[in-house]
């Protein structure tokens, strides 16, 4: 377990998949729900390039933090050979639900509107980065 390349690897699938499912549900809202400011910038002007920017910088986000959290999966990984399981490491799992946590206090503050919409999301994050991450960790090292 010693090629950082492989750890990355994981972390990019699933910064991937969390950037795919959080702009999916962004564009959705939106869509059908855009904010006030939104709705007043598109009439005086063009919000693509805002939008595409945005679009950019989060996805790229979501990567930059997925390969943290994959590296520190394998940080956290109690034996030499760990198995495919709900939680290969409860220690990283920690980690996600405090993150999780700590992400969610400022979204249901500044988003209290959209409180399913959130809850939604966080489950989805928490499935991604607690689950899926450190599984994908032990997988591709163990090829």
């Known amino acids: 377990m010693d090629d950082p390349l492989r750890t990355v690897v994981a972390g990019l699938i699933g910064g991937a998949l969390m950037g795919m499912s959080f702009m999916t549900h ?4 939106l869509v059908y729900h ?4 939104l709705k007043k910038r598109a009439v005086e002007s063009t ?6 920017v945005a679009s950019v910088i989060t ?24 198995q495919v399981s709900v939680a ?14 700590f992400i969610a206090i400022p ?9 399913q919409h959130l809850i939604g999301e966080l489950l ?20």
């Open 26 to 29: 962004m564009a959705l809202l």
């Open 34 to 37: 855009p904010p006030e400011v």
């Open 47 to 52: 919000v693509s390039s805002l939008i595409t």
């Open 59 to 82: 996805f790229v986000s979501w990567n930059l933090l997925a390969i943290a959290m994959a590296f520190a999966a394998l940080a956290t990984q109690s034996s030499d050979q760990p």
């Open 88 to 101: 290969p490491s409860p220690v990283y799992l920690f980690i996600a639900m405090f993150l999780t946590v």
């Open 107 to 115: 979204a249901f503050i500044f988003f209290r509107d959209r409180k």
């Open 124 to 143: 989805i994050f928490l499935v991604i980065f607690g689950l899926l991450i450190p599984n994908l960790v032990v997988v591709v090292h163990r090829t």
